[in-house]
């Protein structure tokens, strides 16, 4: 059964003998966390530059707003040190990739 971040807890599983494996999961629960702060932190960034950079709503956007945006959703990453974020979620997915190769 798939979990909606794109992975099956049943793969944690030992096979027929129904054995789990804690550190696959372990690995399953830290990327599913660090993806759903990566999300947290996307809708907060677009909320608050948002209110800030844009006065009038219309069809597009002019080269004021264009520019505070990019300099909002720059400050705002640098803010939340988001390299951290995505260090987080690499690492974890690429030890996750490795046990999974080791079964293969």
Known sequence: MEDGFGSEFGAAGGGAGGKLDPGLIMDQVKVQIAVANAQE???RMTDK???KCIGKP???LDNSE????AMC???YMDAWN???VFTTLSRAYNSRLQRERANM
């Open 73 to 75: 959703m720059d400050r």
């Open 49 to 51: 530059c948002f209110r």
């Open 41 to 43: 932190l996307l809708q």
């Open 82 to 84: 988001t390299d951290y």
């Open 58 to 60: 219309g069809s597009s």
């Open 66 to 69: 264009q520019k505070c945006i």
